[in-house]
C-alpha cells in the first residue's frame, strides 16, 4: 500500500493502535491495509497523499492562532487549569477569559502567556490558564478572547469528582438477583415481562433481604419492528422500550371505556391466553395488542386531560421538554419509520427517500408538522414507561432494598436506529465494534454496531455520552457499563473485512472516567465496569482508583492452575456473578447443553477446539468440586466424581451459591433461571436468526415461585452465608 509513512502517522494522531496484545498475551502487529482500511472507513482519503497531509495539519491544527480543545475534563483535587497553545507574536498581550458556571454564575481574569510559558511548539508557546477551585463540579463554559483578530474561543470545562459515587455507609455486603425482563411470566402480564412484574419481584425480593435486582438494558428498540429484539442492538440508548409497560396499570386504563371493553372481548382473551402459553416471547404479538389499546389510552388522555390542561397533562408536558430535542427527534423517527415501513425493515433509514435520511432537511420537517399527533403518541409511550420504571425502583426500595434496581448499558445502537439518524457525524458508518480473534472465535467477532468517533465526541464536548450515561442512570442504585474497555479502546472492524482484520482504537479515558464520575454523584449511582475477556492494564488500575466496581464471574476465576480462586481472593469493590446472560445457565453449563447447542449450530470453528472444549468442561466441573472441598463447603452425601451427576443437584447448586456469598466481593449476584433449573441460554454470541436470542421465557409465574418456596430457600444460603462472613472478618480486623 501507498503513504505507508502517512498512514501510520496519521493512525496515531486519530488514536488507531497499530499492534495489541492477544488473549495469550502476543504481541500482535497490524496490518498496514488494515489500518489504511479503517482510516478509509473514517472518511479519509488514505490514496491521496496530499489529503493525507492535510488532514494531518488540520488534527494537528498548526495554522490555527489559538490552538484551544473544544472541551476539558477537570478533577476536583486536581489543580483547574487548561492548557492552551499560543501564538509566540501575542506572548506579551494580555488574553482575557470568562467562565460561565453551571449555576449562571461568572468568574473572569487575565493571564500573560509570557507569565506562564512552558515550552515552544511550532511557533506556538503553551500555557496554563487556571482559574482556581471556586469553580466547582458540573458543566461550565469559558471563553477565552485574544487581542486582535485572535477572536473568542469557547471550551466546555468538565470538573468532576476524585472518583464515582458508592453509597456504601458501611462494608456490610449486598446480594441481588438478575433477571431478563421480557423473560418473566405473571399470570397478568401480556406474554412478557413488564414493569408491574419487575415492582412486583423487587418487593418479593427485597422481603427475603436481597439488596437489588438487575436487569438487562431496557433501551428502546422499534415499535414498528418488534421481531428486532436485541436488547444489546438498540435504535436508542437514551430512552426506553414501551414493550415493557403494563397497559393495565396506566392510569387512563381505569376510566377509558374503549380500552376496557376491547382487552374483555372474547378474542382479545383468546389472544392473550395463548401469548402467555408460549415457551418464547412472541414480540409481534404483543406489540400488536398493545399497540392497540395503547392507541385508546393516548387519545383518552389527548380528550380527557391534555385538553383540559390537568396536572397529569402538565406531568406529561414537563417530561417533554424535559426530553428537549433528544426525544422530540427519536420520536420523529419512530413516526418516520413507520410510515416508511417497508423500506425501514429491508434496510433501515438509509433505504428512506432522499431527504428524510437527514434529520435537519426541509422534506422531515414538513413530514414532523404533517404527524404531530403520531409524535405526540409516541412521548406518550415514553412518558408511560418513564413513569412504570420509576414506581418499580421506588417499590424495591420501599421494600427494603438498599441499591433497588441495578440496570445496563449496552456497548452501542443499532446502525438503522434512531440515535445513528439523528447523529450521523458522531458514528462510523464504515466500521463495527467486536472483539479480535481469541482461541474460541478464530476469526474474531463483529458486533455490528457502529461505534462513536472519538474526535467527534470531543467535538460535540461529549453531549451523548453524557445523556446516555444520565438516561440510563435514571430510576435505579447502579449501573452496569458493558464492555467497560469501551471507555478506553474498542475493535474497529472496517465493514466487508473480517473481524481478524481490525484494530483497536483508543477513546480519551481520563476525560470519559471524569464524567462517569460527575454523573455517578448527580444522579446517586453506583457503577459496575464489565471487565470481561482481555482487559487492558490501565484499566485494571483506572477502575480501582475511580472507585468502579469491577465484574468476577466465577466460572473465569482461575489460577495458572487452572483451579477456581478462593473467595478470599476476590476483590471487595466487585459484583460476584456464577454467571451471565452471554454464559449458559448453571444447571446447561453442567449438563454441558450449551455445548451440544453450539455443535448443533456448527459454531465450533474445528472438531479439535470441540474436543478440547469438552475437556474443559470435563475438568472444570471437577475443579468446581474441589474449590467447594477447599473451602468445607461440599455436601458429604454428595459423590466426589463430577461425572456420576449427569444433571446439577439442588444441593450443588446451594453450595456454589455459598461459595459465591462468601467471597470478599461487597456484592454478590445470582440468576434467576438457575433456580429453576432452566437448561437454555438467553442469548448465543455468534448467532442470530438460528437461535431464539432473547426471547426464552421463564418456566414458571413469578407468583409460582414465592408459593414454591425457591426464593426463600436460596435467599436464607445467602443471607447466611455473606452474613457469617462478614461477621467473621470484622472479627478479624478488631
Known amino acids: 500500500m501507498k503513504n505507508r509513512k502517512l498512514i501510520r502517522r496519521l493512525c496515531s494522531l486519530t488514536g488507531i493502535d497499530d499492534a495489541y496484545r492477544d488473549h495469550r498475551n502476543e504481541a500482535r502487529a497490524i496490518e498496514i491495509g488494515s489500518l489504511g482500511a479503517l482510516l478509509a472507513a473514517r472518511g479519509f482519503k488514505v490514496e491521496d497523499a496530499a489529503a493525507l497531509r492535510e488532514a494531518i ?16 475534563v477537570l478533577r476536583e483535587d486536581q489543580p483547574q487549569q487548561i492548557r492552551i497553545e499560543v501564538p509566540l507574536a501575542l506572548l506579551d498581550k494580555p488574553i482575557n477569559w470568562r467562565l460561565l458556571k453551571e449555576n449562571g454564575e461568572f468568574q473572569a481574569g487575565q493571564f500573560l502567556p509570557e507569565d506562564d510559558l512552558v515550552r515552544e511548539h511550532d511557533a506556538h508557546a503553551v500555557c496554563a490558564l487556571e482559574f482556581g477551585p471556586q469553580a466547582g ?11 486582535g483578530d485572535a477572536g473568542d474561543h469557547r471550551v466546555r470545562v468538565i470538573i468532576a469528582p476524585a472518583s464515582a459515587y458508592e453509597a456504601v455507609t458501611d462494608e456490610a455486603p449486598e446480594w441481588g438477583v438478575a433477571v431478563q425482563l421480557y423473560a418473566l411470566r405473571s399470570a397478568r402480564n401480556w406474554g412478557m415481562g413488564d414493569f408491574t412484574d419487575l415492582a412486583s419481584l423487587g418487593s418479593m425480593l427485597a422481603e427475603q433481604g436481597a439488596d437489588f435486582l438487575g436487569i438487562n438494558p431496557l433501551h428502546a428498540l422499534y415499535p414498528s419492528n418488534p421481531e428486532h429484539a436485541s436488547p444489546y442492538s438498540p435504535a436508542s440508548r437514551a ?36 401469548l402467555r402459553a408460549c415457551d418464547h416471547v412472541d414480540y409481534s404479538g404483543v406489540a400488536f395488542l398493545k399497540q392497540i389499546v395503547l392507541r385508546h389510552l393516548y387519545e383518552y388522555f389527548v380528550a380527557r386531560e391534555l385538553a383540559r390542561n390537568t396536572p397529569r397533562a402538565e406531568a406529561f408536558l414537563d417530561f417533554v421538554e424535559q426530553g428537549g430535542a433528544a ?26 427517500p432522499g431527504q428524510l435520511r437527514d434529520p435537519e432537511s426541509e422534506d422531515v420537517a414538513s413530514f414532523a408538522e404533517q404527524h404531530q399527533d403520531t409524535i405526540r403518541y ?9 413513569e412504570q420504571l420509576q414506581a418499580a425502583h421506588a417499590a424495591a426500595l420501599e421494600a427494603g432494598m438498599k441499591t433497588g434496581l441495578y440496570r445496563d448499558l449496552a456497548v452501542g445502537i443499532d446502525s438503522n436506529g434512531a440515535d445513528m ?13 467486536g472483539a479480535p480473534p481469541d482461541s474460541i472465535a478464530l476469526q474474531g467477532q463483529d458486533w455490528g454496531l457502529p461505534p462513536m468517533e472519538p474526535l467527534q465526541m470531543q467535538t460535540e464536548a461529549y453531549e451523548t455520552f453524557i445523556t446516555d450515561l444520565r438516561d440510563n442512570m435514571r430510576h435505579c442504585g447502579a449501573l452496569r457499563l458493558d464492555h467497560a474497555m469501551q471507555l478506553m479502546r474498542l475493535w474497529w472492524t472496517p465493514a466487508g473485512r473480517p473481524s481478524s482484520e481490525g484494530a483497536y482504537v483508543r477513546y480519551p479515558l481520563d476525560d470519559l472516567l471524569g464524567i462517569v464520575a460527575l454523573e455517578s454523584h448527580r444522579n446517586r449511582c453506583r457503577i459496575i465496569g464489565e471487565d470481561l475477556g482481555v482487559v487492558p492494564e490501565e484499566i485494571r488500575e483506572a477502575l480501582p482508583r475511580e472507585k468502579i466496581w469491577s465484574y468476577k464471574v466465577i466460572l473465569f476465576e482461575k489460577d495458572d492452575q487452572g483451579r477456581f480462586k478462593r ?14 446472560h452471554d454464559l449458559p445457565t448453571l444447571p446447561g453449563y453442567w449438563r454441558g447443553s450449551d455445548l451440544l447447542l453450539r455443535e448443533e449450530l456448527g459454531l465450533f470453528p474445528s472438531l479439535e477446539i470441540k474436543e478440547q472444549t469438552w475437556q474443559e468442561r470435563i475438568a472444570d466441573r471437577q475443579a468446581l468440586i474441589a474449590a467447594l472441598k477447599r473451602e468445607d463447603l461440599y455436601p458429604a452425601d454428595m459423590p466426589e466424581d463430577a461425572n456420576e451427576m449427569d444433571d446439577l443437584p439442588a444441593e450443588l447448586l446451594l453450595a456454589l451459591e455459598r461459595f459465591l456469598a462468601q467471597s470478599r466481593s461487597r456484592m454478590v449476584c445470582v440468576q434467576l433461571e438457575d433456580w429453576m433449573g432452566v437448561l437454555d441460554p438467553v442469548n448465543v454470541p455468534g448467532t442470530s436468526d438460528e437461535y431464539p436470542n432473547w426471547r426464552r421465557r421463564l418456566p414458571d ?23 457469617a462472613e462478614h461477621e467473621q472478618r470484622a472479627g478479624e480486623t478488631e
Open 421 to 433: 439518524w439523528r447523529n450521523q457525524g458522531l458514528y462510523c458508518r464504515g466500521a463495527s465494534v
Open 239 to 274: 430512552f426506553l422500550n414501551y414493550l415493557y409497560i403494563d397497559v393495565e396499570a396506566v392510569p387512563e386504563f381505569a376510566s377509558c371505556e374503549a380500552a376496557r371493553l376491547k382487552v374483555a372481548s372474547e378474542y382479545f382473551q383468546d389472544r392473550l391466553a395463548t
Open 57 to 72: 495539519a488540520e488534527i494537528t491544527n498548526r495554522n490555527g492562532a489559538f490552538r484551544v480543545p473544544p472541551v476539558v
Open 327 to 352: 426525544l422530540e427527534q427519536t420520536c420523529l423517527f419512530y413516526a418516520l419509520y413507520a410510515d416508511n415501513r417497508k423500506a425501514s425493515r429491508e434496510g433501515g433509514w438509509q433505504r428512506w
Open 378 to 386: 409516541y412521548m406518550y409511550l415514553q412518558w408511560l414507561a418513564d
Open 137 to 147: 463540579a458540573g458543566y461550565h463554559w469559558l471563553t477565552i478572547s485574544g487581542p
Open 701 to 723: 409465574d413469578i407468583e409460582d415461585l414465592e408459593r414454591s418456596h425457591i426464593l426463600q430457600r436460596h435467599a436464607a444460603v445467602l443471607k447466611r452465608s455473606q452474613q
Open 567 to 580: 473467595p478470599v481472593d476476590y476483590s471487595p469493590r466487585a459484583m460476584a456473578t456464577l454467571t451471565t
